[in-house]
């Protein structure tokens, strides 16, 4: 019995530390990165199928209507997104695929995949979050108001997601995020072939 | 903030090996096991509050129609059942309290605790049930038969659990349900507080 892998999306408000947890899980588990499809030029160093995969603007927006895209969005024009193919071959390969997306995004993957564990990632308290985002010292006091704004709203989606894992060490985040995976793979839903194949030996 | 701990209930077939599972979780992890109340005479070693809480059948009735039970039954003319205070009192000095217990008072304390976390413990397959029954030694043909037919209709229950765990080896399933304690842990429903309070703090 070759269990599905799981899709597990992670986001959060910037400044979480989202980042450092993933390379954690990365290390630990034989869990996978979903890899972004865009429509931006490579850059130096950027490999195919690793950083990107790189499209023109035409297959991407081909893959789109034809609902090959968990979701998209555009920024400074051009198009990113998270190609549904890949996830799904990961998955029937058994393998847990992590997706670290911002919020809205994430709540798109979750109509598209209702399947998906939905963690939400968050700093123990909003002084730490500022604290997080000023110790970084790459955005101005402005920028680091605007993230703390956006921090609120993207909070109030929170009720949305099923875990919400707090980042106070990324040790500890992490592991919460695996024992995540871990109960998700034994939750009754994901039982359910198991049980019936049982009952069919009764 | 003191989180509460959680009420943990473990059942399943007899010989899926709930009690050797239980054992390794108390050895791992700071759960503790819920005591039982019984009106059964102390046998020789037995310890008041630690094998049992021991009781006359008035106290033990008069626990029961003020509510103080989660669930009870009568086994050859006694009683025996889990008392709300111990578990209520564990859970909120933020100890997880674990309960092993057959599928129908499971079900009963379901009902009186909605926050119950509920794992269902399964062998991998109904044969390798029937061989764990059988290398027990302790019972013949006929008695392993009932308990077959009783793994069955035990079976149609899976579904009102929250996880099923397969016990193939002990270390696993104790795996198994470290993580689904530290999954829930963290589940939305058990993070509101945090969430209400760091809304505030916006």
Known sequence: MNDKGLLIVLSGPSGTGK???VKKLLEKNSTCLSVSMTTRTPRVGEEEGKSYFFVSRETFLEKVEQGKMLEYAEYNGNFYGTPREFVEQKSAAGQDVI???EVQGALKVKSACPDAVMVFIMAPNMQ???NRLVMRKTEDEQTIQNRMNIAKRELEKADQYDYIVINDTVDKAAEDIL???GAEKCSKKRRE???NEVKKQC
Chains 1, 2 share one sequence.
């Open 19 to 21: 980042g450092t947890i």
């Open 193 to 195: 072939k198991f049980i």
């Open 128 to 130: 730490e979050l500022k």
């Open 179 to 181: 024992a995540i995976i």
């Open 99 to 101: 997706l670290e997306i």
